[in-house]
């Protein structure tokens, strides 16, 4: 792998943006609603997604709610 | 978030900080630190054991600190990822080198003290950052004496007492002496529209949810008396304002005007003084008062922008662009949520897949390289007359089950059973090494139906059944029986009728699953390509992004022209050019190549389903009319809206007088060259014709659109007199710094209320404006240059394409979306999604929102190129199938067509439609319609089971 | 216990969406109730055809329930 990334930089630099490996992952940092939404929003999209999340465990404030506004779901 | 929890694309890093973010768009590199858990998240089984032997109590930060818990422990059952956790600051063998209690108490040998903060590096394409919301300063809450008294709580500990979950579980109490409260106060704006705490900005949903909390508490107790006191009452949002009646006329909330002073604890009450507008201070004695606290930029927002490298506001929220809203000042690096500005959660769920939409188009090159794909071996030859060979596990589940169940008892009931040829328990029939041994006994006992007697289908199916593919077995091979939910855990003091009753259960369960076939997984082809049906902001901004992601769009456009209602806009709240950026967008449009635009053009006929719609467009008028068919895989709803044009203001006709113009004539006077475009003195309208008045809804825009004119005027100049009568002002979120500034400059703003509304009139070349002065308690009648009437918006029509699309609209002709939180921009029928002023009036940068996120939605079928259905679909046999149409009649769903062989009507399932509901199996006359996975053959069988049951008992 | 208490056998169809979800929920809570149900899940109560409830009274019930 390593070998392989030092034969790309040796290309000119303006070829090297183009045709240096890409990721097709994606990162998301906080894992409230907004988050969590994003993330599979973009795996649905065709990538691969770090939830990137401070706390134990995903949720955010959403997950304290009760009830919310108008259908009284449960917020989970 | 369950579901982000299974999908194998997206890997939850909890407990985790991001360190660096280095590199560019496509190529960026993030270090992150993972901080240890001390539990092993694959092997807990959230038993909840440890927790009962912890010896140490905590105060529960989840239940606000208004409860304890353990320094080992989950927030809450249903937490992604389910596993405990240890707080290392509250630990006794982290802080102290004792205990250790944990260890040998969990079963699953999950506990690992040795674990260590580990570093990792991630080479990623794009960012987009949801850090959420703060705290808003100590002091906001202080000045109303919390921390004084424990029956002055914030809201958000007032959500978690109404919460069956919360400390008094699900019981509003008084913190103080645990009585129920009779008279609660809620104080709106705690920590926003304050500079004295540093929130000059509205944090938009404080109303909404102070509302929904009065009247869930309400429903709690009838009795109890309660009083919202507030500046404006800023319910904006879609349909938000007829909760707002429904909140004074059904439940008797009463909402005042006032600003409050101070709260100070009186006896056993807390005395709460206030000052209305008159000017006079008023006192009143709560049992309890809530402090409806703003949405704060996030904690550690600047340690962040300084990893990120993305810039900040003077609020320390992200700083975007008002036209590319989600953008940062880092490309490649997205803000969405509350950081992005206070929103609720709808509008932060549309930025997220804006978002998604955006950083996928961004590195469209790499989609699909990174993400894992499973491969299953090929499925075992099934033959239907294959004796059933049935293998029952029965699952502990640590002790949830065996704890009430007497497990070895049901196992052995399945011994002799029909077609039982295997029969286990396992400890944890979920855990990964569970799934090995499941597996290897299907392969050794040549299995062909599964049945796992442990928790709920609607958790744990699609785990078993992944289980069954990679064993080579069709995955509708599988019965799972509920001895957890439904038995343990639900009849904890009865063993030997639990026992029973998962006898029972098992017993059904595996009379089912005599009976199961297997069921072919079928999947539906999508032509890539989409259509959006209107050429405004919305429209052009869908379908410039859905280009961007690689699928030809074409804009069907009703006018000559694209543009909309943003051909009448002039400049934005903050002075940027409206009519250059259409112009830029508009140009875009017809530069890509990937969009198609149809003028002077309407979508004429729809058949099809999401993934292979086909539409019928007329082209011209009269005899030019044309007509062309295009197929495509998905719809964009961005049809607009307009100003309105009120029959009455006021309960009034309007004055025929050009004294009288709209906000949007005085936008585009003022625009001009005009010397006198800045008249001497001007009375602004709200809510002409909103609001209960012509139209029954609140426009949201009208009262930010009034402050931008009323600045303008003042800018052009200042000598104006400008009025402003208003309702309540919405200029939320950052717009209150625009309405301050509008009152520094000397505009005036005078609310009226519905029972002294305002005269207008015009008499002869003079306008006439009388109102109610609160301040002055008294009458006024001036005669202003002119009057601006700030008018409210209307979708345009939606009568027509709604039956067309087979799409619902709300009462007041805006298009419905399928769940107004979770899917904002999706319609209830698959393949259809809605953005811009077709879904409810919303200012420029929302739109252009909405716009990103629908077309992230729509391309989301295009991108899997297939649409998959879940085999539990109805199927109809044609031989039996007599033609009579009652199914396709009671489909809720559209799901069944009718179609002609050898010249006779037979019934069809569209299986990308069809829910599995049952509807018209239950109903066909000849037995023709069968359901997958619940057959009638199945269901009798589990009855028969049932009955049988009965018998031995 | 006395045999002169009615102790009813009663079959449940509850739907996957809000009923059997429901009776999931109740779990998790540990609210406690009487054993007295058996459940069959379904799709969406319209699944149910009256044949069903009838055959269930036949096969000995001596109530069904539907949630959905």
């Known amino acids: 792998m390593a070998k392989a990334k030092q034969k790309k930089t040796g290309a000119p630099a303006g070829k090297s943006a183009k045709t240096a490996v890409q990721s097709g992952s994606m990162m998301v940092v906080g894992g409230g609603v907004a988050g969590v939404q994003a993330a599979l929003d973009l795996t649905e999209l065709g990538y691969y997604v770090y939830l990137v999340e401070k706390t134990a465990a995903v949720g955010g404030a959403m997950a304290q709610l009760d009830k919310t506004f108008p259908t009284n779901d449960c917020s989970l | ?953 | 216990m006395s045999k002169e208490e009615f102790n009813p056998k009663i079959l449940g169809f509850l739907c996957n969406w809000c009923c059997y979800a429901a009776a999931d929920a109740a779990g998790v809570s540990r609210y406690q109730y009487p054993p007295n149900l058996r459940t069959i899940r379904v799709m969406c109560t319209g699944r149910l055809d009256p044949a069903f409830v009838m055959r269930g009274l036949v096969e000995g019930a001596d109530a069904i329930f539907t949630g959905g």
């Not at chain 2, 029956?151 to 500990?157: C, G, L, Q, R």
């Not at chain 2, 002077?600 to 099809?608: D, H, K, R, V, Y």
């Open chain 2, 1 to 953: 978030m369950v579901e982000a929890g299974r999908s194998p694309n997206i890997e939850i890093l909890s407990n985790t900080d991001l360190l660096s973010l280095t590199g560019k768009p496509g190529n960026f590199k993030a270090e992150l630190q993972i901080r240890p858990r001390y539990i092993d998240a694959d092997k807990c089984t959230a038993c909840g054991l440890c927790t009962t032997y912890c010896p140490r109590h905590l105060a529960d930060s989840f239940n606000e600190g208004l409860d304890l818990t353990r320094p080992i422990h989950i927030d809450y059952p249903q937490a992604v990822p389910a596993s405990y956790f240890i707080d290392p600051d509250a630990c006794l063998y982290l802080q102290h080198d004792t205990c250790q209690i944990c260890v040998p108490v969990c079963r699953a040998n999950a506990i690992d003290f040795s674990q260590q903060p580990r570093n990792i590096s991630l080479d990623i394409g794009a960012v987009v950052m949801a850090p959420g919301f703060g705290r808003v300063p100590e002091e906001a809450l202080t000045q109303y004496g919390y921390g004084q008294h424990p029956d002055i709580v914030t809201s958000i500990e007032f959500e978690r007492l109404l919460n069956p979950a919360g400390p008094f579980e699900g019981e509003v109490r008084c913190l103080s002496d645990k009585r129920h409260p009779k008279k609660i106060a809620f104080i709106q704006c705690v920590g926003s529209r304050d500079l004295g705490c540093g929130n000059g900005y509205c944090s938009s949903v404080c109303c909404m949810y102070a509302i929904k909390e009065a009247m869930v508490a309400k429903e709690h107790d009838p009795e109890c008396e309660i009083t919202i006191y507030y500046m404006d009452i800023r319910t904006q949002g879609k349909d938000f304002d007829a909760a707002r009646i429904k909140a004074e006329e059904h439940y008797g909330i009463k909402f005042v005007r006032a600003r409050v002073a101070d709260v100070i604890p009186w006896k056993k009450n807390l005395k709460l003084t206030y000052a209305t507008m008159d000017g006079v201070h008023r006192f009143d004695a709560h049992d309890m008062v809530v402090l409806s606290v703003g949405l704060d930029s996030p904690t550690g927002a600047r340690e962040l922008a300084d990893i990120t490298g993305v810039e900040l506001d003077k609020y320390d929220f992200c700083k975007t662009d008002f036209f590319e809203p989600l953008a940062s000042s880092r490309e490649g690096v997205y803000a969405i949520g509350a950081f992005q500005g206070p929103k609720d959660i709808p509008e932060s769920v549309t930025q997220s897949s804006a978002a998604a939409g955006i950083s996928a188009g961004l590195i469209k090159g790499q989609r699909g390289q990174g993400i894992v794909v499973k491969k299953y071996p090929k499925e075992k030859p099934f033959k239907a007359k294959d004796e059933p060979r049935i293998g029952v596990f029965v699952c502990h589940c640590g002790i949830n089950i065996a704890g009430v169940v007497d497990v070895q008892k049901v196992d052995d009931y399945t011994k002799d059973m029909e077609g039982v040829v295997y029969h286990a328990q396992s400890l944890y029939s979920c855990s990964q090494d569970a799934q090995k041994v499941i597996k290897e006994m299907i392969q050794l006992h040549d299995l062909n139906r599964v049945v796992i007697a442990a928790c709920s289908p609607r958790t744990h199916e699609p785990l078993f059944q992944e289980t069954l593919k990679d064993a080579g077995l069709n995955r509708s091979l599988f019965e799972m029986v509920n001895i957890r939910d439904h038995c343990s855990w639900v009849h904890a003091n009865e063993p030997d009728k639990a026992t029973d009753k998962s006898m029972d259960l098992v017993r059904m369960g595996i009379a089912k699953a005599r009976h199961i076939q297997p069921l072919p997984e079928q999947t539906v082809p999508v032509t890539d390509k989409a259509i959006v049906i209107g050429g405004g902001i919305a429209g052009m901004t869908a379908a410039l992004n859905l280009a961007e992601q690689g699928f030809q769009t074409t804009i069907i456009e009703k006018n000559d022209k694209l543009g909309g209602h943003l051909l009448d806009q002039r400049y934005t709240l903050s002075g940027e050019d409206m009519a250059g950026y259409l112009k830029k967008v508009t140009d875009l449009v017809a530069e890509n190549r990937k969009v198609d635009v149809l003028t002077n053009s309407e979508l004429a006929g729809l058949s099809g389903f999401v993934g292979n719609f086909s539409s019928v467009v007329r082209t011209g008028k009269g005899k030019k009319t044309g007509e062309q068919t295009i197929d495509h895989g998905v719809i964009v709803i961005a049809t607009g809206g307009r100003e309105h044009a009120p029959v009455t203001v006021l309960g009034k006709k309007v004055p025929q007088s050009d004294k009288f113009i709209t906000q949007r004539e005085l936008e585009i006077r003022l625009a001009g060259q005009g010397k006198n475009r800045a008249p001497k003195s001007v009375v602004m309208i709200q809510c002409a014709g909103s609001r209960g008045d012509d139209l029954a809804y609140c426009s949201k825009t009208c009262c930010t659109q009034a402050v931008k004119n009323s600045l303008k005027i003042k800018e052009i100049n200042p000598a104006s007199q400008v009025i402003v009568l208003y309702r309540d002002m919405r200029t939320y979120g950052f717009a209150e710094d625009a309405y301050r500034e509008a009152r520094e400059k000397g505009v005036i703003f005078i609310p009226y209320s519905m029972d002294k509304k305002p005269g207008l009139s015009a008499r002869g070349s003079k306008a006439e404006v009388s109102f109610h002065d609160p301040i002055l308690q008294d009458n006024v009648t001036i005669n202003p240059d002119l009057v601006a009437l700030s008018v409210g918006t209307v979708p345009e029509d939606t009568a027509e394409l709604s039956k067309l699309l087979k799409v619902p609209v709300n009462a007041d002709g805006f298009y419905l979306e399928a769940h107004v939180k979770l899917r904002p921009v999706e319609m209830p029928v698959a393949g259809v999604y809605l953005c811009g002023l077709a879904h409810s009036p919303k200012p420029l940068d929302e739109i252009i929102v909405q716009a990103q996120a629908a077309a992230a939605k729509a391309a989301i079928p295009l991108v899997k190129g297939k649409v998959s259905v879940d085999p539990i679909v109805s199927s109809i046999d044609k031989d039996k199938c007599i033609g009579c149409r009652l199914c396709a009649t009671l489909c809720p769903y559209q799901a069944i067509e009718m179609v002609k062989v050898d010249k006779k009507p037979k019934a069809e399932t569209v299986v990308a439609s069809c829910k599995a509901c049952g509807i018209c199996a239950a109903h066909c006359p000849t037995f023709a319609i069968s359901m997958g996975g619940f057959t009638n053959e199945q269901i009798t069988s589990q009855i028969e089971a049932f009955g049988e049951a009965l018998e031995e008992a």
